[in-house]
């Protein structure tokens, strides 16, 4: 078991990164604080708002933690790899705040044989979250897939790019089906989204995501 102990004196526009454990709690705080959690590779995968001293949480395979503070403040803070417990705080207990989710960006097109860039890699600067993926097949014998990659792919069978959503409509199928996958899933900063299929008229393509 590992704990340990940090403070960090806040000026309203810096942030500390936390690491060393699943476990977190605010042991001192004068003001809100906000914690965003990611993993090993840097992505967000959790995000609290307006916490103060008393707040704790429990992230298994947790990366790190970035806690930000809108007030200059000093704060201090416990990060483990066990349970335990704190008693001491110099402020009420605010709980937190959920905020409202927010409509994502909704992209919608006709996907052929012709790349389709959603995002550019240049605009993915913090990752991109994908909510899901709507897909109606227009043609049989037609290949059509949704990928990520660092730069745009050369084909719509580009074995190098990240593969979100992959179809294709046998020859013999009488009936077209709407296919859905529910995400959510991250791409990694610096990764474009595309789109691309193997015809002219390959299908109809909506998908949910938000650029963070």
């Not at 996907?111 to 709507?134: C, E, K, M, Q, W």
């Not at 897909?135 to 897939?145: A, G, H, Q, Y």
Request: glycine content about 8%.
């Amino acid at each position: 078991m590992s704990i340990r102990s940090f403070q960090f004196t806040f000026d309203g526009s810096n942030k500390t990164v936390l690491r060393g454990g699943d476990y977190f709690t605010i042991e001192e705080s004068t003001a809100d604080l906000d914690v965003r959690i990611k993993d090993a590779r840097g992505n967000e995968i959790g995000f609290v708002q307006n916490v103060a001293a008393g707040f704790w949480i429990e992230v298994p395979d947790m990366g790190y933690l970035e806690v930000e503070s809108a007030t200059a403040q000093t704060a201090s803070f416990i990060v483990g790899s066990g349970k335990f417990g704190v008693n001491k705080t110099t402020t009420s207990i605010n709980g937190g705040q959920l905020t409202p989710r927010t409509l994502l960006t909704h992209y919608g097109s006709v996907v052929g044989s012709s790349l389709l860039t959603i995002v550019t890699p240049a605009a993915n600067t913090d990752g991109i979250r994908i909510d899901n993926i709507t897909n109606l097949p227009n043609s049989s014998s037609t290949w059509f897939t949704v990928m990520a990659k660092t730069f745009a792919p050369t084909a719509y069978n580009d074995t190098s790019a990240r593969f979100l959503y992959a179809h294709t409509l046998a020859a013999s199928s009488s009936a077209i089906l709407v296919d859905k996958i529910e995400m959510p899933v991250i791409i990694p900063a610096g990764e474009g989204l595309y789109a691309q299929g193997s015809a002219a008229n390959s299908g109809n393509l909506t998908i949910a995501y938000e650029v963070l």
